[in-house]
């Protein structure tokens, strides 16, 4: 079970580290508008509720795999994020 709490943290820790680097942009940039900001914010907050969602899913049947695919999902949606973030 300790793969479940590491990706649960892992999941936890990088939405949070995005959504903290979306504040330090919004402070160092106050003269910019922070609505695509907050849109980003608004995404991570909703990734982070489905990954959870999905690891709390207890019907799949080859646990390996769906916490794998769970992992390369987090990996996706975070690398996408951090592109947004690099783009304002």
Request: no cysteine; glycine share 2%; charged share 40%.
């Amino acid at each position: 079970m300790a793969n479940k709490r590491d990706l649960k943290k892992d999941i936890n820790y990088v939405l949070g580290d995005i959504i903290e680097a979306v504040y330090i942009w919004e402070l160092t940039n106050p003269e910019k508008d922070t609505k695509k900001s907050e849109k980003i914010i608004d995404e991570a907050i909703e990734t982070f509720d489905v990954l959870i969602a999905k690891m709390n899913d207890r019907s799949a049947e080859n646990k390996k795999q769906h916490f794998n695919s769970i992992r390369t999902e987090l990996e996706e949606k975070g690398r996408k994020l951090i592109d947004k973030i690099n783009a304002l």
